[in-house]
């Protein structure tokens, strides 16, 4: 599941996601607002500004427009390179249009904020970096260079330094705080829809299995009276066929053939059973299912489960779901990866709620990525430690993520924590020292749904 997703999201571009069409229609906005400046500095405020060059800068905003329009389908997405040259583009149009109108001087001069936030929205950080350092640039080189804006009695419109040093100040506060704010943003929402997918791939291959599993358990069981007819029918011809040799082994092949396939359906039709007709399982046995394709992977596994009340003495049945079993074995795996030679998982249970604690003798969580435990596509630097210990592993959050967002869903709470920072824990194999990860269910959430164990079930096929 990790390389798989990791493969699918290896390549992931966020600019992708944005068409042609979009921007155009951003740009049309804008082009229709400057029109909107010119034209009312010109006959409402009787400005004197460089018209024919206003003109120009804005013929082309509106040339680029129509040749977008016109030439790419409706539905072009944009690679990085191209929305990076097409805001670029916006964002010099911008800055020249108010080097005619006086710089800073003007108050539309804050717009220039606009395309660096839309950069960081869909840019990468790289691009972003690009286009908000062009944007500081630019901002800086119209303090000193600018055409002024002059009345109709030629009396230029200029603020005091002290003013024009603020507006400056204030647009690259601007622009620093709009843009890592908008990237950070739009980064969690790219990552928490990209987790969200790999936990619905996760969760439809999970299902897929169980329903196949009682598919298959189904056709064992409709297939059970035939065979056994074929076999009761082959060995009455036996009878009758043994003075004829040919004919003989023919009717002995038909009764073999039907105790093979009656086997077959027999071993398939055990596993359909244990996926699908045992709704409900002793919280035991859905721990061992959970850790049991890590057993052997070179680390001792350690189960421990204990009833808060004197009077409980059997395990309480708990709900198959998909979900409980992926996100249980995810859980285990993780503790599996960092452990160096022991896991602990205890389960623990009253009246009111089922708790599974699963801990390791490994380094532990990162102290600063603790609170983080649980994101989506969350990576950190790995030490030679790590690529020593585990060199084939490159983490990318999503198998923590997957499953604490699957063990949710059932109504889990789910707490991360070192145990180096909590009360020791003693057990018979050492002391585990590193990672734990506790979950919590009310019981009445994972035991309200399912037949008692062991009840027949009916398949439609």
């Known amino acids: 599941m990790a390389d798989g997703t990791k493969n699918l999201f290896a390549d992931h571009k966020r600019s992708n996601w944005i068409r042609l069409r979009t921007l155009v229609l951003l740009r049309w906005f804008a082009i229709t607002g400057q029109i909107a400046a010119i034209l009312a500095a010109l006959f409402y405020f009787d ?243 959970a850790a049991d394709p890590h057993k052997d992977r070179g680390k001792a596994i350690e189960m421990v489960f204990e009833s808060e009340l004197d009077d409980l003495v059997d395990h309480p049945e708990v709900m198959r779901k998909p979900e409980i079993i992926h996100g249980l074995r995810n859980m285990i795996q993780n503790a599996v990866d960092f452990a160096r030679s022991t896991v602990w998982i205890e389960a623990l249970w009253n009246d009111d709620k089922i708790t599974i604690r699963i801990m390791d003798d490994g380094p532990g969580y990162p102290p600063h990525l603790i609170g983080r435990i649980g994101d989506p596509l969350l990576k950190r630097r790995r030490t030679q430690s790590d690529l020593q210990t585990r060199p084939e592993y490159e983490g990318m959050g999503l198998g923590l993520f997957i499953a604490k967002t699957l063990l949710e869903r059932t109504q889990a709470d789910l707490t991360f924590a070192n145990l180096s920072e909590l009360p020791k824990h003693q057990r018979s194999q050492g002391e585990p020292n590193g990672a734990m990860v506790e979950i919590v269910w009310k019981r009445r959430d994972i035991q309200k749904l399912g037949p008692v164990t062991g009840q027949n079930q009916n398949f439609s096929l």
Request: overall charge negative.
């Open 47 to 289: 400005l004197i500004i460089e018209i024919e060059f206003c003109i120009a800068a804005i013929g082309i905003a509106i040339a680029f427009n129509l040749f977008a329009t016109f030439v790419f389908p409706e539905n072009k997405r944009l690679s990085e390179r191209q929305n990076a040259w097409m805001i670029l583009f916006d964002l010099v149009q911008l800055c020249f249009l108010l080097f005619l109108t006086g710089g800073l001087n003007n108050p539309f001069a804050m717009l220039v904020i606009a395309p660096v936030a839309v950069s960081a929205s869909i840019l990468r950080l790289r691009s972003t970096m690009v286009i908000g350092g062009t944007a500081i640039i630019l901002i800086t080189a119209m303090v000193a260079f600018n055409m002024p804006l002059r009345t109709e009695y030629m009396f230029i419109l200029r603020m005091p330094d002290i003013f024009i040093f603020g507006n400056w100040a204030a647009i690259v506060i601007a622009l620093i705080f709009v843009s890592i704010y908008s990237y950070r943003v739009s980064s969690e929402m790219n990552a928490m829809s990209d987790g969200l997918l790999a936990t619905q791939m996760a969760l439809g291959r999970e299902q897929k299995l169980t329903d196949l599993g009682g598919v298959i358990a189904a056709a064992a069981h409709e297939l059970g009276t035939p065979l056994a007819t074929i076999k009761l029918t082959s060995a009455e011809l036996m009878e009758e066929l043994r003075d004829d040799p040919e004919l003989f082994e023919d009717a002995a092949l038909i009764r073999d053939q039907a105790d093979r396939c009656r086997d077959i359906l027999r071993s398939m039709g055990r596993a359909g059973k244990d996926d699908l007709h045992l709704r409900n399982a002793p919280i035991a046995e859905v721990i061992r299912e």
